[in-house]
């Protein structure tokens, strides 16, 4: 039980969960501070690298050296398709009033949309580079995307950052801050952890490891952007919505609708490139 405002403006007794006074700097050494937020994608990066070492042996397509290789460039496609995506969709004005804001990611700020347009540029060219096949690579990337998406979204929790809508569920938190109107909230950054990050990475960890999903290129990562866009289009229901909607829908959704339609196409491609191969096999 704690003393909050409730959603209609009454201040009383109500049922809710206080924030943990977690510091969002782990270890601050003189000017040198080292924050949760960094250090998930840091441990994103590296415990990835070390997951795509394991789904590589099981059927990929990559050598060792080209693994090393690829994590440079999906840190590059990371950092700077995350930050640009977060400027260019959440807070353009403000950074071209202010473009000194723009280099300073430590204050958080990232657009996995953005991500992961930066991702998919870094996989196109090294792709290209590297001759190996696109969507086989793809797999590989979509199979550890939500280790990335679940440290991520703990670090915006850890931060106070990115809460729901006012709530009486039993759950309700009261995030700090005045912007959070010290009122019970949808965790939603728990939600997306546990949709976007354990969910997601079961379903494609099963899919890979006990079925043939990883023999049709493509699939996996239909599965994955079908998912995130499904996940993310029901959280931004109870999360506390962007300050300017597109027709109807929070930035969020609209951005993840993109996803979900071209997650259905490569699945249905997938699977259509599947049985036409095998009904060409039969037919030899």
Same mark, same amino acid.
Request: aromatic content about 10%; charged content about 15%; hydrophobic content about 50%.
């Given at each position: 039980?704690?003393?909050?405002?409730?959603?209609?403006?009454?201040?009383?007794?109500?049922?809710?969960?206080?924030?943990?006074?977690?510091?969002?700097?782990?270890?601050?050494?003189?000017?040198?501070?080292?924050?949760?937020?960094?250090?998930?994608?840091?441990?994103?990066?590296?415990?990835?690298?070390?997951?795509?070492?394991?789904?590589?042996?099981?059927?990929?397509?990559?050598?060792?050296?080209?693994?090393?290789?690829?994590?440079?460039?999906?840190?590059?496609?990371?950092?700077?398709?995350?930050?640009?995506?977060?400027?260019?969709?959440?807070?353009?004005?403000?950074?071209?009033?202010?473009?000194?804001?723009?280099?300073?990611?430590?204050?958080?700020?990232?657009?996995?949309?953005?991500?992961?347009?930066?991702?998919?540029?870094?996989?196109?060219?090294?792709?290209?580079?590297?001759?190996?096949? =696109?969507? +086989?690579?793809?797999? #590989?990337?979509?199979?550890?995307?939500? %280790? $990335? /998406? *679940? !440290?991520?979204?703990? &670090?915006?929790?850890?931060?106070?950052?990115?809460?729901?809508?006012?709530?009486?569920?039993?759950?309700?938190?009261?995030?700090?801050?005045?912007?959070?109107?010290?009122?019970?909230?949808?965790?939603?950054?728990?939600?997306?952890?546990?949709?976007?990050?354990?969910?997601?990475?079961?379903?494609?960890?099963?899919?890979?490891?006990?079925?043939?999903?990883?023999?049709?290129?493509?699939?996996?990562?239909?599965?994955?952007?079908?998912?995130?866009?499904?996940?993310?289009?029901?959280?931004?229901?109870?999360?506390?919505?962007?300050?300017?909607?597109?027709?109807? =829908?929070? +930035?969020?959704?609209? #951005?993840?609708?993109?996803?979900?339609? %071209? $997650? /259905? *196409? !490569?699945?249905?491609? &997938?699977?259509?490139?599947?049985?036409?191969?095998?009904?060409?096999?039969?037919?030899?």
């Amino acid at each position: 039980m704690s003393v909050a405002t409730s959603p209609d403006g009454q201040a009383h007794l109500m049922l809710a969960i206080p924030f943990p006074a977690i510091d969002p700097v782990l270890v601050e050494i003189g000017p040198l501070a080292i924050r949760w937020y960094a250090l998930s994608y840091v441990a994103g990066l590296f415990i990835g690298w070390w997951y795509i070492l394991q789904l590589n042996r099981r059927g990929g397509v990559l050598t060792r050296e080209q693994i090393d290789d690829l994590f440079v460039w999906v840190a590059l496609g990371v950092m700077l398709g995350g930050r640009i995506g977060y400027i260019l969709f959440y807070g353009f004005d403000k950074y071209l009033a202010e473009p000194v804001e723009m280099v300073k990611v430590w204050k958080g700020g990232m657009s996995f949309h953005g991500g992961l347009l930066g991702v998919a540029l870094a996989l196109v060219l090294f792709a290209r580079l590297r001759k190996v096949p =696109l969507l +086989r690579l793809a797999d #590989l990337m979509a199979c550890t995307a939500p %280790i $990335g /998406l *679940f !440290l991520g979204r703990i &670090a915006n929790f850890i931060n106070g950052e990115l809460w729901g809508r006012p709530t009486l569920l039993p759950w309700g938190m009261v995030f700090p801050g005045p912007e959070a109107g010290n009122v019970p909230r949808h965790p939603s950054q728990l939600y997306e952890a546990f949709l976007e990050g354990i969910l997601l990475f079961s379903i494609l960890a099963i899919l890979y490891f006990l079925t043939r999903s990883r023999e049709k290129p493509g699939l996996l990562t239909g599965v994955f952007l079908l998912g995130y866009g499904l996940s993310r289009a029901l959280v931004e229901l109870v999360r506390e919505p962007d300050a300017s909607l597109v027709m109807g =829908l929070t +930035r969020g959704q609209a #951005l993840s609708l993109p996803m979900i339609a %071209i $997650g /259905l *196409f !490569l699945i249905q491609h &997938a699977i259509k490139t599947a049985g036409a191969t095998a009904r060409r096999k039969k037919g030899e």
